[in-house]
């Protein structure tokens, strides 16, 4: 590890927080890692789907996946499913999988359109786990003919005890305090932090998990905020766990449009977490916490509990010796479930530059800012392409979304679609073109013309093959178990570090 940051401390005690902690005591063994949370404080503890990602955190992290899932009430989770986004009544799937060739003759996509045969069913079908999670059926990727990505839905709260017991029995120290003054040095720097009951913390490296509050980077160090309000209104949460219900465990999310946002659904393996993401500027809260009850398809466990946010980013994410993860450096609504996985994308950046040798140079930590910056902006895009896609006017939210002036970069991606079927990727892209082809299309978006290799192909043998591939998929999947029946095996099964 870098000598230059012998002593690196975690500011905060979430999902943000243990990772880092658990990531760092992992990568540098021996090293000092110190963790600071506040029992008082709390933590936010929502953020229970997940990007496929995590499956290479916890790879690296060594954890077993039944212990994981055993420990935190997990299930698996195949993608989302988007209720009432283009119109009312009208579902699609964004899952983790593939639809084949993406251009030229062979596309998937293309000749689905092209031969338009209802029989064929909706191009989820042509998408492994799409048609595994329309018929709740799960069972893990085996083969190159059945390769698909999963993530996975988890209880936030017990996935940062998970992590911390992991830390601590790596090497990580945790201290229970509130802070409450930051020391400065000349450089402007964190040099030290002081807790309510007079004890300090001295630190080299100081990695801000401090959550909303973002205590060093936002509060200390005063780093401006990008305000992305302005094309992700959505700026409240009502958040609710409910009883689970008798029916099969869904192996997705369910992401249904309302009025002024959208309602959350995340199975997990004892309780059903419920939410509504909404924007004030369009809803107010009464009306929208009534909305969410109205979506709840089981008992509330709790009182719904509002969370206020701005989507958005601190311009840096690494000012002199302070990087700040999660929430602290920024917050793009949860649509997408992302930000776990900025969480992770940072942390392994960080990781990379701490490496023995000499400490990151300007150039470095400036590259690292740059690229954080640009992913939050690609999944913003990503995001807002959900909405302004929508055929839905509704409602004041659907008509200011459908009009606004789109970011550059999105218009550019859109108009790339449109004219000629391309879909185009920049660099630090979140989402494959797969992944973006699936919101086109379950949104009903086209391109104006056909690629005309299509034509390469005679319709026939492009109707032959799409039946075919149709068929086999929905005979894999017939042959699966349900995704209640593969959990309970996977629970079942003793992990490695028990
Ligand atoms: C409505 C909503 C839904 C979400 N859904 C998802 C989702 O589905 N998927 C996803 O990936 N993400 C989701 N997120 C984001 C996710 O919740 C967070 O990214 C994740 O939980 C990490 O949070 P955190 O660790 O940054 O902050 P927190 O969990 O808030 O932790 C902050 C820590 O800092 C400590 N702290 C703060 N101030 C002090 C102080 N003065 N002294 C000492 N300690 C202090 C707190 O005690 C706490 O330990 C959602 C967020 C919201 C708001």
Redesign the pocket.
Known sequence: MSKAYKRMVV???????WMTATALATAFPGSSVEL???EE???????????PSIRNLHKLLDIDEADFLRATNGTYKLGIEFCNWRAHGERYFHTFGDFGALSGPLAVWGQHRRVADPALGPLGDQCLPSMMASQGRFQLPSDQANAFNYAYHFD?VLY?GFLRTLALKRGARRTE????DVARRADGGVARLKLADGRTIDGDLFID?????S?LLGRTLEEPFVDFSHWLPVDR?W?CPAERTGTALAPYTRATALEAGWA?R?PLSNRTGH?H?FASRYIDEERARDQLLAQMDGEPLAEPRL?R?TTGHRERFWVHNVVA????SG?LE?LE?????L?QSGLGRLIELLQPGPAPTAQMVSAYNTSMARQFARIRDFILLHYCLTARRDSKLWRAMSTMELPETLAFKIHAWRQAGVLHQYDEEGFDATSWLAIHAGMDHWPDRADPSLRDMPPDTALRGLHLRRDQIASTVAAMPTHDDFLRGVLARRGLNN
């Open positions: 500011v905060g005690g979430g999902a943000a927080g600071v949370e506040s404080i709390g933590i936010i503890g929502v953020g229970e789907a997940t990007f936030a940062a305090g509130r802070i409450v998990c401090s959550g909303f509050a205590l949460a958040a959350w995340i939410g993401v969370l946010f993860l999660g929430l602290s917050f949860p479930s992302t930000s776990i996985f969480v």
